[in-house]
């Protein structure tokens, strides 16, 4: 939230994010968001009320339902099922094109867009894999340890 309004007022600067490591990284779905796709295609995503004070007094004052539902069209929920932490952005970029036989440029576009929305809703979130030097010498681990540490289970 601080830095939200420190971007805001330009008191600080976002960090620079180049479009090879945007390309690279891998969408992973919110855990508490649970799912299910209809005989359409269409995913409807059932998301959870949060677990703090003052929604719960808000909810029961106002008798506000404790989870809501977001129904995603056929393209959506294609890209939904593919936020899955296997496939980098440029491969449901390259998946889109396929599928709706859209341009580069189209297909680019309206996936920022969409993910980007996805995004600050926190449906999803973004892992980018660590560069490692040639150097290093490393010890070998899972493959899915190696791309997301903090997916690894200890």
Not at 15 to 22: A, E, S, T
Not at 33 to 39: F, P, R
Request: contains cysteine.
């Amino acid at each position: 939230m601080l830095n939200k309004i420190l971007y805001t007022l330009k008191l600080k600067k976002r960090p620079d994010v180049d479009r090879g490591k945007v390309l690279k990284a891998f969408p992973l779905r919110n855990q508490l968001i649970t799912w299910e796709l209809d005989d359409k295609g269409e995913a409807s995503l059932v998301i959870p009320q949060k677990e703090k004070l003052w929604v719960r007094l808000m909810s029961k004052v106002f008798m506000l339902p404790d989870k809501r539902v977001v129904v995603l069209d056929s393209i959506g929920s294609f890209v939904w099922e593919m936020c899955d932490g296997n496939h980098t952005i440029s491969q449901i970029i390259k998946a889109l094109q396929k599928k709706h036989k859209l341009t580069r440029k189209e297909a680019e576009t309206s996936l920022f867009t969409f993910i980007q929305q996805l995004g600050k809703r926190n449906f999803i979130q973004f892992a980018i894999p660590t560069e490692t030097k040639p150097n290093e010498t490393q010890t070998k681990k899972p493959a899915q340890q190696k791309r997301f540490g903090f997916l690894a289970k200890h």
